[in-house]
C-alpha cells in the first residue's frame, strides 16, 4: 500500500475542490466533507442526507475504532451542505452511486476519483486518507495543537499524530535543507 500525504499548499486544495466542483457536485462535496471533518473515508461513505440536514453537530460511531465522535459542522461545510441536501430524501445516501438505487459510492470509486484530481495539480500521493491527513494538516498550521490533533485522531502518541499528518516529515526535510557546512 502506498504512503498518501496531505495537500499541504491551500491553493492547490482550493484548485482541487474547484475542479471537482465543475465535474461533479457529489464528488466536490464529499472532498469539502472529508477536508472539514477530518473523518475515514469508511466513516464519510456511510452518511445519509438525515445525518447531517439542519444538523449543528456530526455524532458518529467510528468504523474502525468503535468510538463515539461529535464534532461541530463547519459554517463552510455547512453551506455546501445545506445547498446539496436541498432537494434529496432524507433516506438517501449523501454520496449516492449512480450504478446503483440507494448505494453509496465504494472506497475504491472515491479513490479514483480523488487520485484523477490530485493527478491533474501533479500530485501522485493522493488517495482517500488524504482527506483525513490534509484536514489534520492544515488545523495544526492554524493552531499548533499537536495535542488536540491527537485527540481528534484517537492516536496514542504525539509522535504518531505528527507523522501522520507530515509535519514530522516537514522538519526533517527542513533540517536537512538548512543544514550548512560552508563559512
Do not use: W
Amino acid at each position: 500500500m502506498n504512503t498518501v500525504e496531505p495537500i499541504r499548499d491551500k491553493e492547490v486544495v482550493l484548485d482541487i475542490a474547484d475542479y471537482l466542483r465543475c465535474r461533479n457536485q457529489r464528488d466536490y462535496v464529499m472532498f469539502m466533507f472529508g477536508i472539514y471533518s477530518g473523518l475515514r473515508i469508511c466513516d464519510i461513505l456511510q452518511f445519509r442526507v438525515r445525518d447531517v440536514r439542519g444538523k449543528d453537530y456530526i455524532a458518529r460511531r467510528e468504523k474502525k475504532t468503535g468510538k463515539e465522535k461529535r464534532f461541530p459542522i463547519n459554517k463552510n461545510l455547512r453551506k455546501i451542505l445545506d445547498g446539496y441536501v436541498r432537494d434529496k430524501k432524507d433516506y438517501e445516501f449523501l454520496f449516492r452511486s449512480p450504478n446503483a438505487p440507494n448505494k453509496p459510492i465504494t472506497r475504491q470509486q472515491a479513490y479514483n476519483i480523488l487520485s484523477k484530481a490530485g493527478k491533474e495539480f501533479g500530485l501522485d500521493s493522493i488517495g482517500t486518507h488524504t482527506l483525513r491527513k490534509t484536514f489534520g494538516y492544515h488545523l495544526y498550521k492554524q493552531t499548533n495543537d499537536a495535542a488536540l490533533l491527537m485527540d481528534i485522531f484517537n492516536h496514542s502518541d504525539i509522535h504518531i499524530t505528527l507523522r501522520y499528518i507530515g509535519v514530522d516529515q516537514d522538519c526533517k526535510d527542513k533540517a536537512y535543507n538548512n543544514l550548512s557546512f560552508s563559512r
